[in-house]
Each structure stands twice: as structure tokens, then as C-alpha cells.
């Protein structure tokens, strides 16, 4: 199973790293910070750190968690992925309900990506995916976190979901969709910026 981020994609314009691509467009450039509430192996808060966003990805799986935070060490270690990363990728090993409830400043996005329920009609999910769930099981409590998001935001949550997938909450904001996935935007108070 890749662990880590050398396979990613980091070419600008077209690649992974064009703010033209649907979760670069879902969390929106006027926004600066970002809590990846479910990070798992960090793949997305990897991509996020490295398209400019200071990003803080928590993962509750003392496992995962551990291998996300050699991923990061890894990275620093890389002079490509850290010239792209920076310092904007902080890991936590925690669980995100109770780590948002403490948070001193509020972030500008929480960013969640729940264990996805099985495809109906296709193959089964990459590698990493299959393990994740595994390991983890189903995110029993994501009706909770995803309250306590739209409470602790101060401009939108982003719920990354299959694209044949009925949306966690209904009727979001927006939707950024690519090509297997979507990104379900709720705006707070008001937040209308691309």
C-alpha cells in the first residue's frame, strides 16, 4: 500500500496543484486556513497545504495517525514536496470533535471526508482506501462532527463525497464536482466567495 505523498501529482495549470481543480474550487481562494477533520492517510490536506492553505489534519485513528504524521516527516525531508508544502501541514492524532471544541481561532474551512459507504455500481476503491476502512471502520459520528463544524467555521464546510452519493446533509451551497467525486459546499453565515 503507498503510504505518503511522492506519488502525487504536484505539476501546476493542469496537475494536481490548479486551483482550477474542484477541491482547490470548494474551499475557495479567499480563505486561509483549514481543518481537515477526517485526514486518514492526508492525501487531500497534503494537496491543500500545498496549493497555500495552512492546514491542520486531524486523524482519531492512533494508527493512521502515526503514518500520516511519518508521511509529513517524509515530505520535510524532500526538498520537491517541501518546497510545496512548507510549513503549512500540521498533523494532530486526535479526535476532531473534541480538538474543534478547543481550537483558539476558528478556521476559515473544515474540510471532511467521511469513510464512504460501498460503490453500488463499480470497482472497489484504490488500495489505500480499502485498508483505511479496514482499520477504521464507518464514521458513526459524522452527523455530529459535520454540527460542530458548521458551528466552529467561520465561512464554509466542504463534505467531500462519490459522485453517486446522496449528499450528507441536503441541499448544500454549492457542489464542485470531478470525476469520481464531489465537493458539497455549506456556506456560514453568509460566505459567498468562490
Given at each position: 500500500?503507498?503510504?505518503?505523498?511522492?506519488?502525487?501529482?504536484?505539476?501546476?495549470?493542469?496537475?494536481s496543484?490548479?486551483?482550477?481543480?474542484p477541491?482547490?474550487r470548494?474551499?475557495?481562494?479567499?480563505n486561509?486556513?483549514?481543518?481537515?477533520?477526517?485526514a486518514?492517510?492526508g492525501?487531500?490536506?497534503?494537496?491543500?497545504?500545498?496549493?497555500?492553505?495552512?492546514?491542520h489534519a486531524?486523524?482519531?485513528?492512533?494508527?493512521?495517525?502515526?503514518l500520516?504524521?511519518q508521511?509529513?516527516?517524509?515530505?520535510?525531508?524532500?526538498p520537491q514536496l517541501?518546497m510545496?508544502?512548507?510549513?503549512?501541514?500540521?498533523?494532530?492524532?486526535?479526535?476532531?470533535i473534541?480538538w474543534?471544541s478547543?481550537m483558539?481561532s476558528?478556521?476559515?474551512?473544515?474540510?471532511?471526508d467521511?469513510m464512504?459507504?460501498p460503490?453500488?455500481?463499480s470497482?472497489l476503491?484504490?488500495?489505500?482506501?480499502?485498508?483505511l476502512?479496514?482499520i477504521?471502520?464507518?464514521?458513526?459520528?459524522?452527523m455530529?462532527?459535520?454540527?460542530?463544524a458548521?458551528?466552529?467555521?467561520r465561512?464554509?464546510?466542504?463534505?467531500?463525497?462519490?459522485?453517486?452519493?446522496?449528499?450528507l446533509?441536503?441541499?448544500?451551497?454549492?457542489?464542485?464536482?470531478?470525476?469520481?467525486v464531489r465537493?458539497?459546499?455549506?456556506?456560514?453565515?453568509?460566505?459567498?466567495?468562490g
Amino acid at each position: 500500500m503507498p503510504i505518503g505523498f511522492h506519488g502525487i501529482d504536484l505539476r501546476t495549470g493542469n496537475g494536481s496543484l490548479s486551483h482550477k481543480q474542484p477541491i482547490a474550487r470548494a474551499i475557495g481562494r479567499s480563505n486561509q486556513t483549514v481543518v481537515d477533520a477526517t485526514a486518514g492517510l492526508g492525501h487531500d490536506a497534503f494537496l491543500m497545504a500545498c496549493l497555500g492553505w495552512n492546514v491542520h489534519a486531524i486523524e482519531r485513528h492512533p494508527v493512521i495517525g502515526l503514518l500520516l504524521e511519518q508521511s509529513v516527516e517524509d515530505a520535510r525531508l524532500d526538498p520537491q514536496l517541501s518546497m510545496n508544502m512548507g510549513s503549512r501541514l500540521q498533523v494532530h492524532v486526535d479526535e476532531s470533535i473534541q480538538w474543534l471544541s478547543r481550537m483558539e481561532s476558528n478556521p476559515d474551512v473544515i474540510y471532511m471526508d467521511p469513510m464512504f459507504e460501498p460503490r453500488k455500481r463499480s470497482a472497489l476503491p484504490r488500495k489505500p482506501a480499502q485498508v483505511l476502512r479496514k482499520i477504521v471502520g464507518h464514521d458513526d459520528d459524522v452527523m455530529d462532527l459535520f454540527k460542530i463544524a458548521m458551528k466552529t467555521a467561520r465561512n464554509r464546510v466542504v463534505v467531500k463525497r462519490t459522485d453517486d452519493a446522496r449528499p450528507l446533509v441536503e441541499d448544500p451551497d454549492m457542489c464542485h464536482r470531478g470525476k469520481i467525486v464531489r465537493y458539497d459546499v455549506y456556506l456560514v453565515k453568509g460566505d459567498n466567495h468562490g
